[in-house]
């Protein structure tokens, strides 16, 4: 299935009673604020509230079981929705577009022309389609005279489905049609469904065209070396990746053609929980008018915005357009990636802060997609819990992981990409006992990486986890480098350590489609 396929008629037809296209930034937010969809902050960002919904809804999540696209999909990672129960939904959705006024916005998903694909986002409230403006790639007047949408996102959060009636699992849905060619989104009001919907069709998409598309942030420094980094939410990938001294090109989606890498997005959804100007300067001062935050709790007064306020939900977010990042790449796109980072944030405290990894091991570590997250409570119950991923982005994938890991392997081998496993997470002891990396040295280890000097070291092999660990990395303390030596207890951490290996390589058997080579680079096990 080709991103330049012919459109399907329909999506040319859909016509809101009115429709007000391509609005402004400043009519977005006027409108927004006439119709009490949220209110300006004390830095000029309009702040709106999501309602029952703070985050994505898995669950709620379809692609339609359609006959050219059924062999391809991953049934075991993806729900179904049968083709009868779509033609309900889409009726509902096409009756209420037709009937009410919309906001439309056309751009594009991608910033290499040759693989964009145009879309067009049809929206209910004016700050979602503010949302859609700034986290999308914005035409310019003569690409927006002939724009002819090839995917068309339509948003009504006000209206739900019945489960009985629709085939749904709540009133929430998140519908992928590939044949209709349009995404489908009711019952909830997190704009974040609107961006990772069309991440999960540029999944399907790209890579029969030779495009790997990727979870991953990046960047690339003044001689044009360009780094990407993979992680899961917490790890660090937007904070590492806004580096001063280097030039932002993405924080969260790319696809690697063979032409090098290219944004899919124009715009940063940065996690804001705890933001402090101090630890991430460039994040913070692009909070101002044009920005969208969600959830984030404010001064009653002042509206100044608390971003330690967890009360509405953890997952508060800050959406803004890419050139509120001073020196961002505009276009998104850069060469051949120099080196590949995959971020961990380990709670158990015994993955090493940096290991280098070999081809193999990094399509291991790329199906894997570990890192881990806090049980328990705020009262203390701190035994952590290891989570997989596959490709660091399981939820967004529609075809098999071993697609996207094979075309990485190929990759990394055809431009020497060096790639780094990099822990975020714990040392000398795990969550509640031992204490988390210091952002100091996860940047110092960055800079090694991304210097070169890194490979000057020593390198010493990990009998448990199969990596090799460097011996010296310049401003960080050599026995932070050997987790073990770091634990006063090396009995309980070889117990440890042995339990995340038997972790990993349960996790691995659901992949039975990699070769023996991959297979046997992950961890040992007794």
């Known amino acids: 299935m080709k991103a330049n396929a012919q459109v399907d008629g329909d999506n040319n037809l859909i016509e809101p009673k009115r429709a007000q296209r391509n609005l402004s ?25 999501t309602g029952e919904y703070t985050g994505r809804s898995p669950k709620d999540k379809f692609i339609v079981d359609e006959p050219s696209i059924r062999s391809q999909i991953d049934w075991n990672n993806n729900k179904k929705l049968a083709p009868e129960y779509f033609q309900r939904i889409y009726a509902m959705v096409m ?46 007047n003569e ?27 709540s009133e929430a849905f998140i519908i992928i049609s590939f044949e209709k060619r349009v995404v489908l989104i009711g019952g909830t009001e997190y704009a974040g469904e609107m961006k990772k919907s069309v991440f999960s069709v540029l999944n399907c998409l790209l890579p029969s065209q030779g495009v790997l598309p990727m979870h991953c942030s990046a960047n690339v420094g003044k001689d044009e070396d360009v780094a990407l980094f993979f992680g899961l939410s917490g790890t660090g990938k937007t904070t590492l990746s806004a580096d001063p001294e280097r030039f932002l090109v993405g924080d969260d989606e790319h696809g690697w053609s063979d032409r090098g890498i290219f944004n899919f997005e124009g715009g940063c959804y940065a996690k804001c929980i705890d933001l402090k100007e101090e630890k991430e300067p460039q994040i913070w001062g692009a909070i101002k008018f044009g920005s969208v935050l969600e959830n984030v709790a404010l001064h009653p007064e002042t509206r100044v915005a608390d971003y330690a306020d967890s009360s509405i939900t953890e997952n508060t977010r800050a959406a803004y357009p890419i050139e509120h990042i001073p020196g961002a790449v505009v276009p998104g796109i850069a060469g051949h ?13 015994v993955l090493p802060p940096v290991a280098r990894l070999t081809k193999e091991q990094a399509m291991y570590h790329f199906l894997s997609g570990y890192t881990s997250k806090l049980a328990g409570t705020e009262r203390g119950v701190t035994e952590p819990e290891a989570t997989f991923s596959a490709c660091f982005g399981a939820p967004f994938l529609p075809l098999s992981p071993g697609v996207y890991a094979e075309m990485l392997g190929e990759k990394v081998e055809s431009h020497n990409a060096r790639v780094y496993l990099v822990n975020t997470g714990w040392c000398g002891g795990p969550y509640g006992v031992g204490r988390r990396i210091d952002l100091d040295y996860t940047r110092a280890i960055i800079t090694a990486i991304l210097n070169g000097s890194i490979e000057e070291s020593g390198f010493t092999a990990d009998e448990v986890f199969n990596i090799l660990v460097p011996e010296t990395v310049e401003g960080v303390p050599d026995r932070l480098l050997q987790p073990r030596e770091a634990w006063e207890n090396k009995e309980e951490y070889d117990a440890r350590a042995a339990d995340l ?26």
């Not at 400043?26 to 927004?32: G, N």
């Not at 056309?106 to 879309?119: E, S, T």
């Open 143 to 169: 690409e927006l005279a002939k724009h002819c949408p090839q995917f068309t996102v339509i948003d009504i959060p006000e209206l739900k489905a019945d489960p009985e009636v629709h085939g749904t699992n």
């Open 95 to 140: 009756d209420y577009v037709r009937e009410h006024d919309m906001y439309v916005f056309d751009g594009f998903a991608g910033a290499d022309d040759k693989y964009r694909v145009p879309i067009r986002v049809i929206n209910q409230y004016a700050w979602h389609n503010l949302f859609a403006q700034q986290l999308f790639i914005c035409p310019t």
């Open 25 to 49: 930034v400043m009519q977005l937010v006027d409108a927004a604020l006439a119709g009490e969809e949220g209110v300006l902050t004390s830095t000029g960002a309009l702040r709106a509230l």
């Open 501 to 526: 290996a038997a972790r990993f390589a349960d996790n691995f058997t659901k992949f039975t489609d990699v070769s023996k080579e991959v297979r046997s680079a992950g961890p040992k096990t007794k």
């Open 337 to 349: 990636p120099n080196v590949i980072v995959f971020l961990t944030a380990d709670a158990f405290g």
